[in-house]
Nanobody, 115 residues
Framework: QVQLVESGGGLAQPGGSLRLSCAAS????????MGWYRQPPGKQRELVAT???????NHVDSVKGRFTISRENAKKTVNLQMDSLKPEDTAVYYC?????????WGQGIQVTVSS
């Protein structure tokens, strides 16, 4: 079993920053893809960013230049540094890991951007 636990969400003002972290535990292996999705209010879940075990990253256009994904393989963690936040970044953010074609999800954490 794989467990993913997110932390670091909360309230930020427009233009502010937050850092999300996700810790994986259980039967994980180094060859995996980790990442973040988000679900804005009333909308479907959407990709934010992913990172491979080799460090190759992918950020969707709406967050490029503002969000940065990173990971620490030894600690089994993936982070999302979110800068220059906008109200439209308000969503529940979900950590994910894909390993051996199976995708695992965290429970989600709320991020609210509002003045």
């Amino acid at each position: 079993q794989v467990q993913l636990v997110e932390s670091g969400g909360g309230l930020a003002q427009p233009g502010g920053s937050l850092r999300l972290s996700c810790a994986a535990s259980g039967s994980t292996f180094s060859a995996n893809v980790m990442g973040w999705y988000r679900q804005p209010p009333g909308k479907q879940r959407e990709l934010v960013a992913t990172i491979t075990s080799a460090g190759t990253t992918n950020h969707v256009d709406s967050v490029k230049g503002r969000f940065t994904i990173s990971r620490e393989n030894a600690k089994k963690t993936v982070n999302l540094q979110m800068d220059s936040l906008k109200p439209e970044d308000t969503a529940v953010y979900y950590c994910m890991m894909t390993m051996f074609r199976i995708t695992y999800w965290g429970q989600g954490i709320q991020v609210t951007v509002s003045s």
